[in-house]
């Protein structure tokens, strides 16, 4: 329900959470692609905080289609199967706050299932679902479970996104993340410095439609990786911006370098004479350079 008591977010970035710019241009262009291309299957994501990924992805849901979310919520504070830190991390979430969130943006809510991502597949049909977001446990043997579900929900040309799959601290979602890749058949499509996006099917589809989004922006550019030989990651990355061009040279430049070298020699001439001279020449010799240049 909607807390009335609470100032509701107006856009996105007034949610909290991380959902960098990139990574919502990645899920729309992704999205956008598959109501164009396939016929319409639902959405799930595996942990949620306070909605600001699982808000950005009802944005793309058609008609007959739905989002199923899965979290703790105030849960999270007396479950035993988790670390003691991430209880305590996580103690202040509500599933209140990410309804009213999630309402501030849209009209319905979508399900909601409140306990461990374990639950999931009792709630999703397996091969009913174009997308699966997995940003749940951080520990190895969780998010290898979520990937096993993904697995089960998704259509084979289905997407699987994993948060997190490089990062310092949470080096058990990468073990998961690469121990797929490696030997359960999971094929890279692209990443971002959060995010990697992957299918069990083929992935040049989806990284064709990423390259012709690409093309089409100056903001972001792609940096290809390769795992192996064959099998090429789209780095989706901000394009740098070009260093604006130096300007030119004034017509009186010569004159004021000529006015700025007497006003110093003056200056150095009647400090010399007091006591620390050597350190005036010293330093006048610093901005004689400086004014050539």
């Keep these: 329900m909607i807390d009335v008591g609470k100032d509701l977010p107006k856009k996105l970035d007034d949610v909290p959470g991380w959902l960098s710019y990139g990574d919502q241009l990645?899920?729309?262009?992704?999205?956008?692609?598959?109501?164009?291309t396939q016929e319409p299957s639902d959405l799930v994501e595996v942990g949620v905080y306070k909605g600001k990924s699982a808000i950005h992805l009802g944005r793309f849901l058609r008609d007959g289609e739905r989002l199923t979310v899965c979290d703790l919520f105030d849960v999270a504070g007396s479950e035993e199967t988790i670390r003691d830190d991430v209880r305590r991390a996580y103690a202040s979430l509500s599933q209140d706050e990410f309804e009213?969130?999630?309402l501030a943006f849209?009209?319905?809510?979508?399900?909601?299932?409140?306990?461990?991502?374990?639950?999931?597949?009792?709630?999703?049909?397996?091969?009913?679902c174009r997308l699966v977001h997995i940003d749940a446990s951080h520990m190895y043997e969780h998010v290898r479970g979520d990937t096993f579900a993904a697995k089960e929900m998704l259509r084979q040309d289905g997407i699987v996104v994993f948060d997190d799959y490089r990062t310092e601290h949470t080096v058990g979602t990468a073990a998961a993340v690469w121990e797929a890749i490696a030997n359960d058949g999971l094929n890279p499509i692209a990443c971002t410095a959060m995010k990697l996006y992957a299918t069990w099917g083929d992935p040049v589809p989806a990284q064709n439609e990423i390259r012709a989004q690409v093309s089409q922006r100056t903001d972001y550019?792609?940096?290809?990786?390769?795992?192996?030989?064959?099998l090429p990651v789209l780095r989706?990355?901000?394009?740098?911006?070009?260093?604006?061009?130096?300007?030119?040279?004034?017509?009186?430049?010569?004159e004021l370098r000529k006015i700025a070298e007497e006003a110093l020699a003056k200056a150095t001439?009647?400090?010399?004479?007091?006591?620390?001279?050597?350190?005036?020449?010293?330093?006048?010799?610093?901005?004689?350079?400086?004014?050539k240049k």
């Design 236 to 254: 989706v990355v901000p394009a740098k911006k070009p260093r604006p061009a130096a300007a030119p040279a004034s017509e009186n430049s010569g």
């Design 106 to 128: 849209h009209d319905e809510l979508p399900e909601i299932i409140r306990g461990l991502s374990s639950l999931i597949t009792d709630h999703v049909s397996a091969g009913s």
């Design 100 to 102: 009213s969130n999630y």
């Design 26 to 36: 990645v899920f729309q262009w992704l999205l956008e692609w598959q109501s164009r």
């Design 221 to 230: 550019k792609l940096d290809p990786v390769f795992v192996q030989r064959d």
């Design 269 to 291: 001439e009647a400090l010399a004479k007091t006591s620390g001279g050597g350190r005036i020449e010293r330093l006048a010799r610093k901005v004689r350079a400086r004014i």
